[in-house]
């Protein structure tokens, strides 16, 4: 049966006007309307821009629970119903978004009105969704493998043909050790998944801290700020007194979260996350080195015996003078032969000969799997608060020494945050630290810690 003039035009609709798509397709999976507010306009219109290339790089900082990744994942189908050679590449931190993202992207391509008029019909592989014509889309987590698929197409650079996703590269929970290494992973493994230099890059997510993916990419581009081919979209959770939107933030709540908990209302709500200069560890109390000297030391192993999921802190100290010369900070490696493995590797690079370690984790395996190493008990502080206190005046007129690369600086971060973090951990371990070298042996802070 031939169509209808009233079909074809509901085509042509979807086709050339992303707002109506967004109406059909929504109402198609979901059986509701979909509520343009004043915010998905105003991210509607900067999705627009880059579909016309008029930017390289667009950065989306908004609040959560405001339905962002549905119009991401809207604007994505459009663009491949659009053209059946557009390539898209999607990366977020969490499984559940990306088999979200496929789901979503297979619903809207069984619907018929968009099935029926596809260049080519798309197909759910294990590694993406594409067709036969090479368009299509992979999705994958920011630390995943990314391998192979990249986005756009090498033989056209004057039309959209794809572009590269990053949907809330963070937990909300995760440190700022682990935000810096999503950073790492995300600038050597999915920035340069461009198959031409002109596939732009769309980063949307809540601020965490200063130096999560939005900080870190708007200072690595900051010369595509200046030249315009790159733009920041700040949607606040309240402007001149007005909330973004009453339902999911009204104002009492609002004003309720700046009053108790003043870090989570300018990150995630106000995207305006702040300078933070802890209560006990602050600026002046950290330096940095490139490099070590090969005195003999001794390393301390500092972590939580109750949650191996926690961050370990290694720190080794010379023998001599009890002067600490490098601190190392690892998460989630508490895991056998991967544990040992960085001890010994930590003990060989700063030539330590005696560990010690908390009592509760002694046991004949360890003390068998950390040999040639000699291993020493370590009691651990219960109580951090008190403790911290305490550690901060061991720090007057000394230093704590961190390598000079981006995850010693995070560290930095993350100590600084005590107490207002809940991701305290990182403090516990380098105050027990603090108090093993200083407290227990009875010496005293000079130059350096």
Same mark, same amino acid.
């Given at each position: 049966?031939?169509?209808?003039?009233?079909?074809?035009?509901?085509?042509?609709?979807?086709?050339?006007?992303?707002?109506?798509?967004?109406?059909?397709?929504?109402?198609?999976?979901?059986?509701?309307?979909?509520?343009?507010?004043?915010?998905?306009?105003?991210?509607?219109?900067?999705?627009?821009?880059?579909?016309?290339?008029?930017?390289?790089?667009?950065?989306?900082?908004?609040?959560?629970?405001?339905?962002?990744?549905?119009?991401?994942?809207?604007?994505?189908?459009?663009?491949?119903?659009?053209?059946?050679?557009?390539?898209?590449?999607?990366?977020?931190?969490?499984?559940?978004?990306?088999?979200?993202?496929?789901?979503?992207?297979?619903?809207?391509?069984?619907?018929?009105?968009?099935?029926?008029?596809?260049?080519?019909?798309?197909?759910?592989?294990?590694?993406?969704?594409?067709?036969?014509?090479?368009?299509?889309?992979?999705?994958?987590?920011?630390?995943?493998?990314?391998?192979?698929?990249?986005?756009?197409?090498?033989?056209?650079?004057?039309?959209?043909?794809?572009?590269?996703?990053?949907?809330?590269?963070?937990?909300?929970?995760?440190?700022?050790?682990?935000?810096?290494?999503?950073?790492?992973?995300?600038?050597?493994?999915?920035?340069?998944?461009?198959?031409?230099?002109?596939?732009?890059?769309?980063?949307?997510?809540?601020?965490?801290?200063?130096?999560?993916?939005?900080?870190?990419?708007?200072?690595?581009?900051?010369?595509?700020?200046?030249?315009?081919?790159?733009?920041?979209?700040?949607?606040?959770?309240?402007? !001149?007194?007005?909330?973004? &939107?009453?339902?999911?933030?009204? #104002?009492?709540?609002?004003?309720?979260? %700046?009053? $108790? /908990?003043?870090?989570?209302?300018?990150?995630?709500?106000?995207?305006?996350?702040?300078?933070?200069?802890?209560?006990?560890?602050?600026?002046?109390?950290?330096?940095?080195?490139?490099?070590?000297?090969?005195?003999?030391?001794?390393?301390?192993?500092?972590?939580?015996?109750?949650?191996?999921?926690?961050?370990?802190?290694?720190?080794?100290?010379?023998?001599?003078?009890?002067?600490?010369?490098?601190?190392?900070?690892?998460?989630?490696?508490?895991?056998?032969?991967?544990?040992?493995?960085?001890?010994?590797?930590?003990?060989?690079?700063?030539?330590?000969?005696?560990?010690?370690?908390?009592?509760?984790?002694?046991?004949?395996?360890?003390?068998?799997?950390?040999?040639?190493?000699?291993?020493?008990?370590?009691?651990?502080?219960? !109580?951090?608060?008190?403790? &911290?206190?305490?550690?901060?005046? #061991?720090?007057?007129?000394?230093?704590? %020494?961190? $390598? /000079?690369?981006?995850?010693?600086?995070?560290?930095?971060?993350?100590?600084?945050?005590?107490?207002?973090?809940?991701?305290?951990?990182?403090?516990?371990?380098?105050?027990?630290?603090?108090?093993?070298?200083?407290?227990?042996?009875?010496?005293?802070?000079?130059?350096?810690?």
């Amino acid at each position: 049966m031939s169509e209808t003039f009233e079909q074809l035009d509901i085509i042509k609709q979807i086709q050339d006007d992303f707002e109506f798509f967004v109406n059909f397709i929504h109402k198609r999976i979901t059986g509701e309307e979909f509520e343009w507010l004043g915010y998905n306009k105003k991210i509607k219109t900067e999705l627009m821009n880059v579909y016309k290339l008029q930017y390289l790089l667009l950065f989306i900082n908004i609040p959560p629970r405001l339905g962002k990744t549905t119009l991401l994942t809207y604007f994505v189908a459009w663009t491949m119903f659009k053209s059946g050679k557009t390539y898209n590449n999607y990366y977020t931190y969490s499984d559940l978004l990306v088999n979200r993202m496929y789901s979503t992207i297979t619903k809207i391509f069984k619907i018929p009105e968009i099935s029926e008029h596809v260049e080519s019909t798309y197909k759910r592989e294990k590694e993406d969704f594409s067709n036969s014509l090479g368009g299509g889309l992979f999705a994958q987590t920011t630390l995943g493998q990314v391998t192979g698929f990249g986005a756009g197409r090498k033989d056209d650079i004057d039309n959209f043909n794809g572009c590269i996703v990053i949907d809330d590269p963070h937990k909300a929970q995760d440190s700022i050790v682990r935000i810096a290494s999503a950073n790492s992973a995300i600038k050597s493994a999915v920035l340069n998944r461009k198959n031409n230099h002109r596939v732009p890059i769309i980063v949307i997510m809540q601020r965490l801290h200063k130096a999560d993916t939005t900080g870190y990419l708007m200072d690595l581009y900051s010369d595509y700020f200046t030249d315009g081919r790159a733009k920041q979209l700040k949607l606040s959770a309240e402007i !001149n007194g007005k909330p973004i &939107a009453h339902k999911e933030y009204p #104002l009492e709540m609002l004003h309720l979260e %700046k009053e $108790k /908990d003043p870090s989570y209302y300018w990150s995630q709500l106000m995207q305006e996350p702040q300078n933070v200069d802890g209560k006990y560890f602050k600026n002046q109390h950290f330096e940095t080195y490139k490099s070590t000297t090969k005195d003999r030391s001794s390393t301390i192993i500092s972590f939580n015996p109750e949650n191996t999921a926690e961050p370990i802190v290694l720190v080794a100290f010379k023998k001599k003078d009890k002067d600490a010369v490098i601190l190392d900070y690892q998460e989630n490696i508490i895991e056998a032969d991967s544990f040992f493995e960085s001890v010994h590797e930590f003990c060989e690079e700063n030539n330590s000969k005696k560990v010690y370690i908390p009592s509760s984790l002694i046991t004949k395996t360890v003390k068998q799997e950390l040999k040639p190493l000699k291993v020493e008990e370590l009691e651990e502080s219960a !109580n951090v608060g008190l403790s &911290a206190f305490y550690a901060v005046g #061991l720090l007057k007129g000394g230093k704590i %020494k961190l $390598k /000079d690369d981006e995850l010693y600086t995070a560290f930095k971060e993350e100590l600084k945050l005590y107490p207002n973090s809940k991701r305290d951990f990182a403090t516990k371990a380098m105050i027990n630290v603090l108090e093993v070298l200083f407290v227990r042996t009875g010496s005293t802070i000079k130059s350096s810690l």
